[in-house]
């Protein structure tokens, strides 16, 4: 049999976005690693992906169109063809929008594939029904808010130059199971001497590879930076000539006078758990740091004061004078978006007049409560709302309801397919074409199929394409192919690609995009510590801002972390290896303190609840969790739950801007389960 060896990439949501290498035998795949030229890969590949073929070939696949048998949930279907499933979708839409309008279709797709065009592939559909627009808020829409406000729209340091840092601060990130190969340049960092920081709400799985764990109380850390910007401004450790040079002088003056006076240490202390001499101590480190490298992650920002927090942390970098050191800065996203413009291929200019934008952080609301029009039909590709969105009760009573026509775009039944009155079989990233950036590094990378797609899946290109046909559009963006769109898009100069080999990328060669240096791309050409005369201030969090009675019967903080080997409720269906823990028991951890205070014993079945509802899971008593926090690791699914997931705990409120999701900012109690 003879081995060739094609290239892809992970099309997963994940800052690393790796480049891989997959052997393919007889038109089937036997093997996927790490891209060993792939310069952020270096040839490794986390455990989710490793070994992706066993996902290609999973048992559970869909591999046919499906019509529902049963009740919606029960997960009963029969196989039909892809004209039958074609039609039967566009007769229903035709009617809805012929008697209620197109807003009472919406579509819901999230970041199950990052690649650009499958990604992508049916807002031109949807813009040209005239549908509903989904705000596509879960992750960090306030942290981008934040850097917006204070960065505009400069891009992010170089994660590569992190081997240069002497102090680096990872901030809320579990990188061992989030940002992988960024670890490993910390590690290099630390092999060459630099202190290494985590500050995070628990002792997760990255603490073992620090110097320095910093507990903060939950939704604290812009309370934390204010106190360390405090710091800085009482010892004199500001860097005068680079504010001068760089930063809007008075919003950073008025920041310093409101720093020492309202966070100061003692203050700050009070607020984050944390000691003052701590906080005085690792501001102290930060400043005298030759090249201190912050790298945050997501969870701090998915609270009320999201945004607020990530203001108040950009000021740290802005007051020492981090930013133009080589290893040095602070590092929320790399803000690749200008490498290739999508406006031709998502095709705003398509809908018919402006359509109202619903929440996917609030889509149980609207599945159930919204109106003018009733949400009629949703179309679901590359994302599980059922299991991955807040207020899951409401989600289910929304899927569960029969007026509702649910169509679910999928590689496998999940949660939310089980509700589906169609399903479509679609493929992996390995059986289509597409163009991958990254928001945690700087390569840009083409893929081809490198099989033929299983079954009858058909991509979310070749799929939203065979409904416009059926719908009669004719516009010239549903004649393109994939592979057409990319070679358009990628027609379209850009900066960031100004020294790009076309002829290297479009062989799947990833390619380096190289970011606009040199200026601070805001409207005063300087970081705006303080746009419109709003300073970054502390904020409480939604969840600290509530009344006496709610802190008693909620006490514990509730807090969601990230699992080794799951992304969300992906890579569940991968029951595949007995050393893999692909589908966990669903756990809570808290402190020993927290389970002898409620009787409660290490192991046990206990039920977590809120206001929203309540959930079932074991109770882990670990002193890796402070007293008051609950941490729930990974995403379940409803089966391996048993009825609804941490996710029903989760409140449908969004973040001070940008409208995101707050799964950071919630509580709860437990008590035992029988
Ligand atoms: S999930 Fe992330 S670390 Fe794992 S292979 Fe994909 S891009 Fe790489």
């Known amino acids: ?23 393919v035998d007889a038109g089937r795949v036997t093997a996927v690693r790490g891209d060993p030229e792939h310069g952020f890969t270096r040839g490794v590949l986390c455990p989710k992906v490793s070994h992706y073929e066993r996902t290609v070939y999973a048992p559970g696949r869909v591999l046919t169109p499906l019509l529902r048998r049963g009740k919606k949930g029960e997960g009963q279907f029969a196989p039909i063809g892809w004209d039958e499933a074609v039609a039967r979708i566009v007769e229903r839409w035709r009617a809805i929008v012929d008697d209620a309008g197109g807003e009472a279709i919406l579509p819901v797709s999230y970041a199950g594939t990052m690649g650009l065009i499958q990604r992508n592939a049916t807002h031109a559909l949807f813009h040209k029904l005239g549908a509903s627009r989904l705000g596509r808020g879960i992750c960090t829409p306030a942290q981008d808010a934040g850097w917006k406000q204070v960065m505009g729209e400069t891009p992010g340091p170089d994660p590569d130059e992190v081997v240069a840092s002497d102090l680096v601060i990872l901030w809320g990130i579990d990188a061992l199971a989030t940002n992988l190969h960024f670890l490993n340049l910390v590690k290099e960092a630390r092999r060459r001497g630099a202190h290494v920081v ?19 109380r939950p939704g604290t850390d812009g309370a934390l930076a204010l106190g360390m910007l405090a710091v800085l401004a009482a010892d004199g450790l500001i860097d005068r000539s680079f504010v001068a040079a760089h930063v809007d002088v008075d919003g950073f003056a008025a920041l310093e006078r409101t720093a020492l006076a309202d966070h100061a240490p003692a203050l700050a202390a009070g607020r984050t758990g944390i000691g003052a001499a701590v906080i005085a101590e690792l501001a102290r480190r930060y400043a005298r740091a030759r090249a201190p490298f912050i790298r945050v992650g997501g969870g701090p920002f998915r609270a009320a004061n999201g945004a607020a927090a990530l203001r108040a942390m950009l000021a740290l970098p802005a007051a020492v004078g981090a930013w133009g050191k080589k290893g040095a800065g602070l590092l929320a996203s790399t803000g690749t978006g200008g490498a290739v413009d999508l406006a031709p291929f998502v095709r705003e200019d398509l809908l018919p007049k402006p359509t109202r934008t619903v929440s996917l952080n609030q889509l149980g609301h609207a599945l159930t409560t919204l109106d003018d029009p009733r949400v009629l039909s949703i179309y679901v590709s590359h994302c599980n709302p059922a299991n991955v969105c807040p207020d899951q009760g409401a989600v289910l009573r929304g899927l569960a309801r029969d007026d509702l026509f649910t169509v679910v775009h999928e590689r496998f039944l999940t949660d939310t397919a089980r509700y589906a009155d169609v399903v479509l079989p679609a493929p992996t990233m390995l059986e289509t074409a597409d163009l991958y950036r990254s928001y945690g590094q700087f390569w840009l990378q083409r893929t081809r199929p490198v099989i033929a797609p299983l079954g009858q899946s058909r991509s979310n290109w070749d799929t939203a394409r065979a409904l416009a046909v059926a719908l009669d ?9 994939a592979d057409e769109h990319i070679d358009a898009l990628l027609a379209v100069p850009s900066p960031w690609r100004a020294q790009e080999d076309r002829a290297a990328l479009d062989a799947g060669t990833p390619t380096r995009l190289r970011p606009p240096r040199g200026r601070w791309l805001t409207p005063t050409g300087r970081i705006r510590i303080s746009p419109s005369q709003d300073l970054p201030a502390f904020v409480p969090a939604a969840a600290d801002a509530v009344d006496e009675e709610t802190r008693r019967r ?19 269906e991968r029951a ?3 050393d893999r823990p692909l589908q966990p028991r669903p756990s809570l951890r808290v402190h020993p303190s927290e389970a002898a205070a409620r009787g409660l014993v290490d192991g046990e079945s206990v039920i977590a609840e809120n206001q929203l509802g309540e959930t079932r899971a074991q109770l882990l008593a670990t002193a890796d969790v402070p007293p008051g926090v609950a941490v729930a690791v990974g995403v379940s699914t409803l089966a391996e739950a048993g009825g609804p997931t941490v996710n029903v705990l989760m409140s449908p409120h969004l973040t001070d801007h940008g409208q995101g999701s707050t799964f950071s900012d919630n509580r709860c109690q437990l008590r035992r389960a029988d």
């Open 554 to 572: 909620y006490p514990l903080r509730l807090h969601p972390a990230p699992a080794l080997h799951r992304l969300n409720s992906s890579f569940g």
């Open 576 to 578: 595949d290896a007995a």
């Open 198 to 216: 985590l500050i995070d709400t628990w002792r997760q799985p990255t603490a073992a590879l620090v110097d320095q764990v910093v507990l903060v």
């Open 1 to 23: 049999m003879t081995t060739t060896t094609h290239r892809s990439v992970c099309p997963h949501d994940c800052p690393d976005c790796c480049g891989l290498l997959v052997d």
């Open 473 to 481: 559009f004719t516009d010239e963006v549903f004649q393109r192919t």
